[in-house]
């Protein structure tokens, strides 16, 4: 089912691919380094952990996320999602990192030892209820907000992005 155009949100789109891929490399480097800094500096210098938390932390609610009522329930960062997180495994992880299954392994049984993981059975992980609401991961997800607004707005100055509005009626 399409939207029709006139009830669409205006939208963000790329602009001249061509002229400006320079424009957008250099944008996209500096907002991915700057993430990597932040995530590296919560897994004490190893990005390998980072990735690994990461991707256990995805998987626990992005399944969810196609449920109208879920998105609703958990948009707001203040309500924890406890029991209701889809368990992983290390092999899931390493599936979707594509590091090895052993490295997995040594990096989710770290993150168990450093409360950010909870495993509540074989082969199946959760993150710690309540550990996003803490405040260096609130630090970590408000500087994130202000990295991706940075690189949006540098791609919309520099004509890398464009905003498509819908039609006024």
């Known amino acids: 089912m399409t939207t029709p155009a006139s009830n669409r949100q205006p939208r963000i789109v790329q602009h001249g691919y061509d002229e400006t891929s320079r424009l957008f490399s250099m944008a996209l480097s500096r907002y991915f380094q700057q993430l990597c800094r932040q995530y590296r500096h919560l897994a004490d210098g190893d990005i390998d952990l980072a990735i690994v938390a990461g991707a256990a932390s995805l998987a626990a609610v992005e399944g969810a996320w196609s449920d109208p009522e879920f998105r609703r329930e ?5 309500n924890i999602v406890g029991d209701r997180q889809r368990g992983c495994n290390a092999l899931s992880i390493a599936e979707a990192t594509g590091l090895p299954r052993e490295t997995v392994r040594r990096k989710m049984k770290r993150l ?9 059975g074989t082969g199946d992980y959760i993150m710690q209820p309540g550990l996003v609401q803490t405040a260096p991961y609130r630090q970590m997800l408000s500087e994130a ?3 991706t607004l ?3 707005n540098d791609c919309l100055e520099q004509g890398v992005f464009a905003v498509d509005a819908p039609p006024r009626r």
């Open 74 to 78: 958990f948009a707001n960062l203040d």
């Open 112 to 120: 168990v030892e450093a409360g950010f993981l909870v495993r509540r």
């Open 145 to 147: 907000m202000g990295h």
């Open 150 to 152: 940075r690189f949006v």
